[in-house]
Nanobody, 127 residues
Framework: EVQLQASGGGLVQAGGSLRLSCAASGFTVDDDAVGWFRQAPGKEREGISCIYKNKGDIFVADSVKGRHTISSDNAKNVVYLQMNSLKPEDTAVYYC????????????????????WGQGTQVTVSS
């Protein structure tokens, strides 16, 4: 059974950093696409980054480009999201999910294409 669990969220001041972890089971992270998403209160879920390491494919949304970095550790079967220069608008619940590849729709990641959504982790950035 494919399962993903996001962790590493917390409360941080603007300008600070956090590293989120997505622990996977039931598949190997480098053999599939793993995406990071976020959902703020009252807003739609947004795909912010995706990695398909064995295909050499990485997606980063414009909203986090230059600040957030996605990576994977195949030995630990974990996908990370390093978030730097955090802003109050980064406040949201962050989720990870898996797909056959990092499907884009225009310049955005396709949220419905992903599956096996794990429990999210709350990130709160204070101003």
């Amino acid at each position: 059974e494919v399962q993903l669990q996001a962790s590493g969220g917390g409360l941080v001041q603007a300008g600070g950093s956090l590293r989120l972890s997505c622990a996977a089971s039931g598949f190997t992270v480098d053999d599939d696409a793993v995406g990071w998403f976020r959902q703020a209160p009252g807003k739609e879920r947004e795909g912010i980054s995706c990695i398909y390491k064995n295909k050499g494919d990485i997606f980063v949304a414009d909203s986090v480009k230059g600040r957030h970095t996605i990576s994977s550790d195949n030995a630990k079967n974990v996908v990370y999201l390093q978030m730097n220069s955090l802003k109050p608008e980064d406040t949201a619940v962050y989720y990870c999910a898996v797909a056959s590849y990092c499907l884009r729709v225009g310049d955005r990641l396709s949220v419905p294409y992903f599956r096996s959504w794990g429990q999210g982790t709350q990130v709160t950035v204070s101003s």
